[in-house]
Structures are given as C-alpha cells and as structure tokens.
C-alpha cells in the first residue's frame, strides 16, 4: 500500500489521493481540492500553528509526551552534566561536536568578538534611568545592523560566519551594559582571559578590583542554565527568526524580532512573571488559594505548561537539581518553599494533571537566577544569550533550505465585501 491520503469531497463526490511524506501531507496539495475551476482551492486553517509543520530540521528534537530534548541527537541531560555552553552551540551550530582544534578555534573566535562599538555604549546612555534591560537588548542588537554593514550578505557562507561569532559574542556585553545603566553603573568592557559566563558576570558586577573573581560553582551553573536555554526547535521566538529572516534582512535585525517574541510572558518573560507570582502569593500557606484562583480563570500558574511538553520539562529537571548546588553557595532562596508547595499540590490536583500541565523551564530558573543576584528584570535577558544560538542555528537551516520561500501565511477573510466610499459629512 503506497503513502496516501485518501480525501473524499463530500460537496462534489471526487476523490483525492495525498502522498504522505514524514507523516505530513503538504498543504498545497490541498489546492487541487475545489468545488469549481474558479475556486481557490482548499486550504488550512490553524492559528498558532498547532498542527503545521513549518520547516524540515535536523536540529532539536522534542518528544512531548515522553519528556525528551535532544540536540542533534544528544540528550540534554548528557550535555547539562558532561559539555558547556561553547561546545553545545558549536554542535548545535554545526551538527557535531567540536574536535579539539575546532574547539579551541571555536572559542577564540568568540573571545575575539567580545568588544561592541563605544557608539552603542551612547546609545545605551539614552535609555531612561530605569528602562527595562530586554527592551535595551532589544534595541541594542537590532542596532548592530548599522554597524556591521557585511551583515546584508547573507548568502555568503563566510560573512554569515563572521556574525555568528559577533552575535554569540557580543550577546553577553550587550546584556551587561543594559544591566549596568539600569543600575547606574559604569561599563565593565570584557575580559577576554576569562571563560564565556565568568565574563559575563565580570561584565556585571566587576567594581574596583583588578580582575573580577567569579564564584566557579555559580560560573558553572549559569553556563549548564546557558546549555539548558540554547535551543528549543519551533517555539515563538524561533518562528519569528525564521519569518524574519525569510524576508533575507541581516541577522541583527532578525534577532531583534526573535528577542521581542521572547520578551512576552508567555514565553521568556514568564521566569519574570514566575517570581512576580511568588511574590504576589507571599507565604506556602496562601497557595490553595492561589490555586483555586487559577483553576477559576484568574490567572496562571506561571512557569507551568507548554505547548509542546505534556510531561515534566526534562529542562526544569536539571535546573531543580542546579539550584541546589547553587543555593550551597548562596543563600537559598525563601520562595523556593512557595514554588515546591505549588508544584506538590498542581501535580496532584485534577485541574492540572487532565491538562497535562508540568512544570517548564521556566519554573525554577528564576529563584537560581534570583539567588545568583540577577533581578528579575534580567531574567528574559539571561534567556535571549544563549537562545541566540538557537536562533542563528534556525536562521541558517531555512537559509539553506531550497523549500523556504518568504513567509506568508493565508487568511480566512470574513470582512466586508466592497462598498462605496462615504464622505465624512455623509457618515452618521
Ligand atoms: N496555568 C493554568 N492553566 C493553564 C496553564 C497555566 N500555566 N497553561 C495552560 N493552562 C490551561 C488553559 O487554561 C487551557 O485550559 P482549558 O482547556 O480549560 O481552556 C489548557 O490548559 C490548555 O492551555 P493552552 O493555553 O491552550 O495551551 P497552549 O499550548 O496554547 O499554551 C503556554 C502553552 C506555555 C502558553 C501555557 O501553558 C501558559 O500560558 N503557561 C504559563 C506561561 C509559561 O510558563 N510560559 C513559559 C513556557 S516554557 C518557556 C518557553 O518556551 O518560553
């Protein structure tokens, strides 16, 4: 029996056969589907995208059901205990892991591109006082575009490659320099000796002393958090990329696009809202209530579900562990009680277990985050750094890809039909 599809219009009795490819059938096959010559043809409808595959890839791989995230085949676990953030973007990047010499190569590459033009640093000045540091992310690396003229080549392989360090590299300076004016700080420039989140957090809280000390343990823990972040196959943020760049604009203005998707709550803006909830619920005792008020429709238990894991996110698995290793060096954070009462009692409760509503990774990330010193404001920053990876890695398998066209989905129009226009004096 060949791959098909049988359809059967009911409205003028044919028959359609489907071929079925990777247990898809192709949308515009569809179109052969018409009542008439004059017809448009079928098509499909499903906002937000709940059952189109948009792209082939071979990059991330998420079982749902079964609690699973894999990196070109790697599990994510295995990479949170045994890699670190460079080497899982060279592979997310790349497809294999890095040999020595590519490694090496890898990591200078990166560690040259730290530096971002002293213009952005004005450009930062201008924010107000307490603007919000992922609306000056934002900003800043749609910026970058007018900077890195090159960036517009983005058919040439090697000019690709160049922005691909910039962004990676520069990512964490930009991200520092928003937190420093937020603040009133003075810029820290990047200290090239230093690994990739040692820099980091030398770039935010470096004061007087000659070389800024980063604790390895909390170095080490925001770098399995930065593995934990830096892909997650078709989500909002990488829809946007790919729609972006579709239009072939330079991979700056792309990510600028990419990190205002991820801005929102309900996607990387929720470890904010994770930690704004614990705050407004206080103490243990009042999270019956809290829960009560949810399963009536006031609000979300934030940092719980996910469009595509039906299961415990394997994500907030390796973060609970982290934080205790992060909470030995720092002080353990009162809310963690709040967010272990709120999971106890939404893994029990019939609201959330029919709906399959998990914690996510979102979840725990922000009382580590919150413990390290970062304030809440910070968090869909820490987020947007090593979801750049993700992000370029998606750009550049559309761009290679020979089915990708310009994104332009269809619309069911349910508007007027046409009329005559009325003048003002005329209108009632
Ligand atoms: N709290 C309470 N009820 C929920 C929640 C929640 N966090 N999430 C989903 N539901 C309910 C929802 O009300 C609906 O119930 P009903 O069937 O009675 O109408 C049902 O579960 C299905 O929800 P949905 O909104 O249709 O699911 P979705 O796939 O469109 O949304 C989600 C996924 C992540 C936007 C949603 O679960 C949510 O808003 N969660 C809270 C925000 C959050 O933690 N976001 C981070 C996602 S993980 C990190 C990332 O990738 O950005």
């Not at 213009?119 to 000056?136: C, E, Q, R, S, V």
């Not at 520092?176 to 937020?182: C, D, E, L, P």
């Not at 603040?183 to 007087?208: E, H, Q």
Request: aromatic content about 10%.
């Amino acid at each position: 029996m060949s791959d098909t599809l049988t359809v059967i219009d009911n409205r003028t009795g044919k028959k359609y056969e489907l071929s079925i490819s990777d247990g898809t059938i192709k949308a515009l096959d569809l179109r052969q589907v018409k009542v008439n010559e004059a017809d448009f043809g079928m098509m499909t409808y499903d906002p937000a995208f709940m059952n189109t595959a948009a792209c082939k890839s071979r990059i991330t791989y998420i079982d749902g059901d079964k609690g699973i995230l894999r990196y070109r085949g790697y599990p994510i676990e295995q990479l949170a205990e045994s890699s670190n953030f460079l080497e899982t973007a060279y592979l997310i990047l790349y497809g294999e892991l890095p040999t020595r010499s590519q490694y090496d190569e890898w990591v200078q590459h990166i560690t040259l591109h730290t530096m971002i033009q002293e213009n952005i640093k004005t450009l930062m000045d201008g924010f107000h006082y307490n603007a919000h540091p992922m609306g000056m992310l934002i900003s800043t690396v749609g910026a970058l575009s007018t900077f890195y003229v090159d960036a517009k080549d983005i058919h040439d392989p090697e000019s690709r490659r160049k922005q691909i360090h910039r962004l990676i590299a520069k990512m964490p300076t930009l991200a520092a320099f928003a937190y420093r004016h937020s603040v009133g700080r003075p810029y820290v420039y990047p200290d090239n000796n230093l690994s990739y989140t040692a820099n980091f957090m030398s770039m935010l809280w470096k004061m007087t002393e000659p070389q800024f000390q980063a604790n390895p343990i909390l170095a080490k823990a925001l770098d399995v958090l930065f593995i934990l972040h830096a892909d997650h196959e078709q989500n909002c943020s990488a829809s946007a990329m790919r729609g972006i760049g579709s239009s072939h604009v330079d991979p700056y203005s792309a990510i600028a696009g990419a990190a205002a998707a991820l801005y929102g709550p309900l996607h990387g803006g929720a470890n904010e809202e994770v930690l704004h909830m614990l705050d407004a619920i206080g103490t243990k005792a009042n999270v019956p209530a809290f829960i009560k008020e949810v399963k009536v429709g006031k609000g979300r238990l934030m940092g719980f579900g996910h469009r595509v894991y039906k299961n415990y996110d394997p994500r907030a698995k390796v973060i609970k562990r982290l934080a205790d290793e992060v909470f030995e060096v720092t002080r353990r954070n009162p809310k963690l009680d709040i967010a272990l009462e709120l999971e106890r009692i939404a893994l029990e409760d019939e609201y959330f277990v029919k709906r399959k509503l998990y914690p996510n990774v979102d979840f725990y990330s922000g009382l580590i985050y919150q413990a390290m010193g970062f304030p809440v404001e910070m968090f869909p920053v820490l987020f947007s750094i090593p979801r750049t990876v993700g992000w370029i890695a998606q750009w550049e398998e559309m761009l290679n890809d020979p089915d990708q066209k310009i994104a332009r989905p269809r619309q069911i129009y349910l508007g007027l039909g046409q009329r005559e226009y009325v003048a003002m004096i005329k209108r009632s």
